[in-house]
């Protein structure tokens, strides 16, 4: 009789008792004030190496803190800082676009 195998896509043991879900990563879930930078890796969706290049970023430095060899950053001064990259698309009406794209179409072939 054939052993039942696990499916890659569907575990019978949860990331944490793998070891999958290192440390850092776990306490990026829970909050903490202050996140190394691992941490806040996991917690922003950014790479270490990109995160390690803003604290040095000439034009808007990452604010953090460094206690000997060890770096870090409050959430919160994250979250402040990462706001200022936010971007918003103006709402544009399709009928108002298409209305004017029409109208510059049609002056145009009355003039010919």
Request: proline share 6%; hydrophobic share 40%; with cysteine.
């Amino acid at each position: 009789m054939r052993q039942h195998q696990p499916n890659a896509l569907q575990p019978d043991v949860s990331l944490e008792e793998r070891g999958c879900l290192t440390l850092a990563a776990s306490s990026a879930l829970q909050l903490p004030g202050y996140l190394d930078l691992k941490a806040l890796a996991g917690y922003s969706s950014c790479s270490v190496r990109w995160l390690r290049d803003r604290l040095t970023d000439p034009l808007a430095p990452l604010p953090h803190h460094r206690i000997g060899g060890k770096i870090l950053i409050r959430r919160e001064d994250f979250d402040v800082w990462i706001n200022q990259f936010r971007t918003v698309r103006p709402s544009t009406e399709l009928g108002t676009l298409v209305d004017d794209v029409l109208d510059g179409l049609f002056s145009k072939q009355l003039s010919w």
